[in-house]
């Protein structure tokens, strides 16, 4: 499926499944996040991270390892500008980590929004009931989305929180969303 929706600001884009061939796409947008954004994401500040998790980014299946990138499509090298992703919990099916990540010049734009709406979507179409997200203290871009999400804080372990976010709670909360128009489309085209 190919999601066509805009930011904020009205840049077109599309949300499609990650496939093997992105990952010159997803090389090339790691590298382009600020050391800051990529210490945040990765828990690291290196400009790449080993092949072994570019790997792992990019075996995607639709059931176990869900993971969604944003194309701008109205760029003649169409780059990727953001991705998320969710692995189930091995000791709980019903549970999947979760991580997004954009590219800097394009936060504040919704796209983070826009791409959880269609991960929680696809979640919850695989029998996902919730989300685990880890997020560093000083990450405040993220614990707003998740708290805007509804997240509850459920612990706290090597300088990093986890919260849990409960999939159809979120659903409903971004569905009233306004403030990002371009939601309305994601919920449309998704179906949801």
């Known amino acids: 499926m190919i999601i066509e929706t805009h930011l904020n600001d009205g840049s077109p884009v ?5 496939r093997k061939e992105d990952e ?18 990765f828990f690291s500040g290196m400009p790449q991270p080993p092949q072994t998790v570019l790997d792992r980014l990019l075996d995607v299946d ?16 169409a780059p990727a500008i953001g991705v998320v992703h969710a692995f189930r919990d091995r000791e709980d099916a019903s549970v999947a980590d979760f991580s997004v990540a954009v590219i800097d010049e394009y936060h504040k734009r919704g796209l983070a929004r826009l791409l959880t709406a269609v991960l929680l979507l696809d979640c919850r179409d695989e029998d996902y009931d919730r989300l685990s997200v880890h997020i560093l203290p000083e990450n405040k871009p993220a614990l707003t989305l998740a708290k805007s999400l509804g997240a509850e804080h459920v612990g706290y372990e090597s300088g ?3 919260f849990e976010i409960d999939i159809e ?19 449309e085209q998704f179906g949801g």
Do not use: M
Not at 14 to 18: A, E, L
Not at 169 to 187: C, I, R, S, W, Y
């Open 14 to 18: 599309c949300i499609r499944s990650v």
């Open 24 to 41: 010159e796409r997803l090389r090339e947008g790691i590298a382009k996040l600020s050391p800051q954004s990529r210490y945040l994401r």
């Open 62 to 77: 639709g059931h176990d390892h869900i993971a969604w990138g944003a194309i701008r499509t109205d760029l003649d090298e």
């Open 160 to 162: 990093v929180s986890q």
């Open 169 to 187: 709670n979120a659903l409903a909360t971004l569905k009233q969303e306004t403030d990002v128009p371009g939601l309305a489309e994601v919920f």
